[in-house]
């Protein structure tokens, strides 16, 4: 892979998997979402992966209207890389999905790469009573949900929004999407150099053991050589300690919200900041530097913070 002279720390504000009544501190509304993705790009997150959500009820939705909300307000304060999820929420369909990346056209999409078993379902299993009604049935049904993200999926999103120039963080929950990637590669539908998240600890994608991450990265050695970066996320208790492996072997990390909601063992992050700085904190202890938002840029060569439609 290619070895990350400086760490690009990604933020993955809210996400689509913790309900708010996991943690009053997880952002809802557009202003709150605004609010603690600046105030982690100001804790040193060069990119900033955004979901929004129902300002009324939490729920994740994949409106534009909410987009606009807050999109342009990071933008005018930060100059953080604006990466557009195109996972969305649990049961969403593709054009669902697909929509406010298409509205935004940002620097930088991620993409799912591969169709698996995802079960959240255990999440809640601690609270008594949910704030609203959607909450335990939307983690309960997952213990019958397969994330859809077939071959042909993939390539139309690929398709639509490499045409306006956007590039992506390819998320791999498990071995196999590695070699979903290449296919692509192959095919010439993307080009490197390729931003590889890779996702350990969700229960239907790979194991939160680090022998899993020396694998994968020897696998995306075999396959890309040194036309990829590295990137890994790990969910709830394995955040931290998985991601300062990534950024120990070379590679970058990805920290939020919508990984995990704690910032220690029993403590809630009150912000994403929170996490931001502690990673960053831990890194520059081991003598790592951190890459702002233009040398972040630079590596994964995106089109630039003006070229997109907000």
Known sequence: MRQSKKVIITCAVTGSIHTPTMSPYLPITPEEIARD?????EAGAAMLHLHARDPETGQPKQDPKLFAQFLPVI???TDAILNITTGGGLGMSLDERLAPAKAAEPEVASMNMGSFNFNISGAGARIEKFKHDWEKPYLDMTTDFILSNTFAQIERGVNELSAMGTRFEFECYDLGHLY???HFADRGLIKPPFFLQCIFGILGGVGAHQENLLHMRAIADKL?????YLSVLAAGKHQMPFVTMSALLGGNVRVGLEDSLYLSKGRLATSNAEQVTKIRTILEELSLEIATPEEARAMLQTKGKD???F
Do not use: C
Not at 224 to 228: A, E, I, P, R
């Open 37 to 41: 993705a600046v105030a982690a790009a």
């Open 75 to 77: 933008k005018s304060q």
């Open 180 to 182: 979903n990637v290449a």
């Open 224 to 228: 890309f050589g040194d036309d990829y």
């Open 307 to 309: 070229n997109v439609a």
